[in-house]
C-alpha cells in the first residue's frame, strides 16, 4: 500500500491509495487467498481514514466480480463505499491486462473513489491508454482520470 495525503487548495485532503495485490501466477502459495488476505487488510486501512476524499488506484490482479476486489470496495450504499470509474479506451475497449500464454484480456487495473471524489471526475477525462507500444513497459496498460477540484 502505497497512501498519500494531499490538502487541496479549498482546504479539504485527498487521500491517495496506490495498490498492488499478489498475482495470478502460479506458485505453491495459493494466490487467490493471499490476494483475499490483502484485500481485507486494504479495508482495513480504507475504513480507518476520515475527513478525506478518497481515491484508490492500481493492480488489483483480480476482476471486479472477485472476492478480493469486492471487499476492497466496500458495501454498496455504505459508508466508505467506493465505485470504479467507467474507463475505456478510444476504441471502448476495457481491458487493462493481456496474459498473453492464456490469450485472455481482462480489466483488472481499477480507478475507485468515493461517492463525493466521483462527483470531480471528469467523464471526458479519463481512460485506459491505448497505444501501439503499449507493451513496451508492462503487459498493463495505464489507467487515468481528471479531477475537477473547484467543484463543491
Known amino acids: 500500500i502505497l497512501d498519500v495525503a494531499l490538502e487541496m487548495p479549498d482546504g479539504s485532503t485527498l487521500r491517495l491509495v496506490g495498490l498492488h495485490l499478489k498475482s495470478k501466477l502460479e506458485s505453491p502459495a495459493n494466490q487467490e487467498l493471499l490476494r483475499r ?4 487488510w486494504v479495508r482495513e486501512h480504507l475504513s480507518a481514514i476520515e475527513d478525506a476524499q478518497l481515491i484508490v488506484v492500481g493492480d488489483f ?3 471486479i466480480n472477485s472476492v478480493a476486489v469486492k471487499e476492497i470496495m466496500g458495501v454498496r450504499g455504505e459508508p466508505g463505499y467506493l465505485q470504479a470509474l467507467p474507463l475505456d479506451d478510444d476504441l471502448g475497449d476495457r481491458w487493462t491486462h493481456f496474459w498473453e500464454e492464456a490469450g485472455l484480456y481482462s480489466r483488472i ?3 475507485f473513489v468515493d461517492t463525493e471524489l466521483r462527483k470531480k471526475s ?5 481512460g485506459v491508454f ?13 489507467v487515468w ?3 475537477d477540484f473547484s467543484k463543491p
Do not use: G, K, Q, V
Open 145 to 147: 482520470a481528471d479531477f
Open 37 to 40: 488476505h490483502e484485500a481485507h
Open 109 to 111: 487495473d481499477f480507478i
Open 61 to 63: 490482479n483480480d476482476l
Open 130 to 142: 491505448r497505444s501501439p507500444d503499449w507493451r513496451t513497459a508492462s503487459d498493463h496498460r495505464a
Open 122 to 126: 471528469l467523464s471526458d477525462s479519463m
